[in-house]
């Protein structure tokens, strides 16, 4: 495909009828299919594969062995991790089809998703979350979130800036990266500059 608003190596496979914003390199042995919506600044490593209906914001980095399948909606920023998985289909065998049964799964905006970690379909990761390497998503998770292990757990909260935060006695904490200052209120943390 040639464009000059982005790139795709000679290797990969872009479908007529998708979307591709401007300076998104997608690498080699790509396939993205007629349908899928990609936004501007994305990068799509080595073997990714992004299904129809897919939808992936502004400055979106899929690392190796990604696939994407109907019903992922990532926001700005949102980072995945090499050979991270996405399902669509909750109960799924092959003598059953059951493509009307495709489930929504949101990503949202500066979310990291880390190596090999698996994301069960129907689940809402929150704004800036953090899912460790590994780690199986099976519900919605609270944004600035840091998620471990199987079934993935709440064990503390992360900044913008991916650093992880330690709240005092008033609920008070500040991001060692950024100095960005944070409040935990309720069970939810809340960005304060």
């Known amino acids: 495909m040639s464009n000059p608003s ?9 479908d007529d009828g998708c979307t591709i914003g401007e300076r998104t390199k997608i690498w080699h042995f790509c396939h993205v299919m007629s349908g899928a919506r990609i936004g501007a600044d994305c990068s799509l490593g080595q073997n990714v594969f992004v299904a129809s209906d897919v939808v992936l914001g502004n400055n979106v980095k899929v690392q190796n062995n990604v696939s994407l399948y109907t019903g ?17 289909v909750m109960n799924p ?9 495709y489930q929504k799964t949101l990503v949202e905006r500066g979310a990291s998703i880390g190596a090999n970690a698996t994301i069960v379909c129907g689940t809402r990761i929150g704004a800036y979350a953090f899912i460790g390497a590994g780690a199986v998503v099976t519900k919605d998770v ?3 979130a840091l998620i471990v292990g199987n079934p993935g757990r709440k064990i ?3 900044s913008e800036h991916g650093e992880r935060l330690h709240f005092n006695e008033h609920g008070e904490a500040v991001c060692p990266g950024s100095n960005m200052r944070y409040r935990l209120v309720d069970g939810s943390v809340q960005k304060t500059d």
């Not at 992922?72 to 669509?88: A, H, K």
């Not at 065998?93 to 049964?101: C, D, I, L, M």
């Open 142 to 144: 609270p944004s600035y």
């Open 6 to 14: 982005f790139f795709v190596h000679s290797s990969a496979i872009v």
């Open 156 to 158: 503390g909260w992360m």
């Open 72 to 88: 992922v909606i990532c926001e700005d920023d949102v980072f995945l991790g090499p050979s991270m998985v996405f399902t669509n």
């Open 93 to 101: 065998r092959s003598a059953v089809n059951r493509k009307g049964e």
